[in-house]
């Protein structure tokens, strides 16, 4: 059944065995590409319950359409990556599809993995992440499984480092990620992360096309109007498209049908898109109170 859902989103299953979640529950995993003898980097790990019903007619159409977004973020040099509106290119790893019900009591759906900056100087800042999604929210979700929940999970945790609210680390523990009914409108049906304008998206598009082609990609083109991205930020792909086009027209990036590439005007704005990562990165430190350290204040 796979087989042929990844076929019709231009994917192959290269590999499938027998897993667990991260309490132990079995899973399938399955490994899908581009092509049979894709490059792991290359690749997509896809993790679902044993006991997930594959054939629900409700269940299809968001699965299909999760993979025919992945098989295009492949064509990504670096498929894993992206960046926040912030400033900050990273990139999510581990995650032990699928939710699980919290071990600690609270009423609460957890499902753990990791972020990663990314600058192109291969740096140890990291974050282990525990995203929580409440069962109100989980009411929302066709299925608490990957293909349903990693767009909002990945955009939960972007918002989440805006906000300043994970800190990268050489290591640490686990970082709580809430994800709560704020980020969905019941009366629209769709999720909100961000308030963004034209100008903020285009900044953001610019950014992307930075860190991901022309800092990680050496140049080759990136996804431009990605539905990942899309919802990150409010607005829709063709929107995206829209603000790509001005971008190649102001020579900015160098767009190819709906892949773009860092141009050398973009390149040339390194010190500041460099100088904005370095300002989100301080935004997620800890700001300990000095009039404390110096006793100061009334405990």
């Known amino acids: 059944m796979l087989e042929s ?30 092509v049979s003898n894709a490059t792991p980097d290359r690749t997509l790990q896809l993790e679902l319950s044993e006991a997930f019903d594959f054939q629900k007619p409700e269940l299809l159409p968001e699965m299909t359409a999760h993979l025919r977004d992945a098989a295009k973020r492949l064509r990504n040099p670096r498929p894993a990556a992206y960046v926040t509106l912030a400033g900050l290119p990273v990139s999510f790893s581990g995650f032990q599809w699928p939710f699980h019900r919290s071990t600690s009591g609270a009423d609460t759906y ?44 990945y955009n ?7 906000q ?10 686990r970082q709580p ?23 903020s998206r285009m900044e953001f598009l610019a950014m992307k096309v ?16 990605d539905p990942r991205d899309a919802q ?43 100088g904005r990562l370095t300002k989100a990165l301080a935004a997620t430190k800890p700001e300990f109170n000095e009039e404390m350290r110096h006793g100061h204040t009334n405990m």
């Open 177 to 199: 990620v809430p994800v709560t009914t704020r980020y969905y409108s019941r009366w629209q049906k769709k999720f909100f992360f961000s308030d963004t304008t034209d100008e």
């Open 232 to 274: 990150y930020l409010n607005t829709t792909p063709e929107e995206l498209a829209r603000m790509a086009a001005d971008l190649s027209r102001q020579g900015v990036v160098s767009l190819s049908g709906d892949m773009a590439a860092a141009t050398p005007m973009l390149l040339g704005r390194a010190e500041q898109l460099q």
């Open 110 to 153: 957890i499902v753990h993995g990791e972020v990663h900056l990314e600058d192109g100087k291969k740096s140890p800042l990291h974050a282990r992440v525990s995203a929580s999604m409440t069962v109100t929210f989980a009411e929302i979700v066709a299925a608490p499984e990957q293909p349903y929940a990693e767009d909002f999970i």
């Open 5 to 34: 859902a990844a076929s019709e989103a231009g994917l192959v299953v290269i590999s499938a065995e027998a897993g667990t979640d991260s309490i132990d529950h079995p899973t399938a995993r399955f490994r899908l590409g581009l």
């Open 156 to 162: 939960a945790i972007r918002k989440t480092l805006d």
């Open 210 to 225: 930075y860190w991901l082609s022309g800092v990680l990609g050496e140049n080759r083109p990136v996804w431009i109007d």
């Open 164 to 173: 300043g609210q994970l800190e990268l680390l050489k290591s640490g523990n």
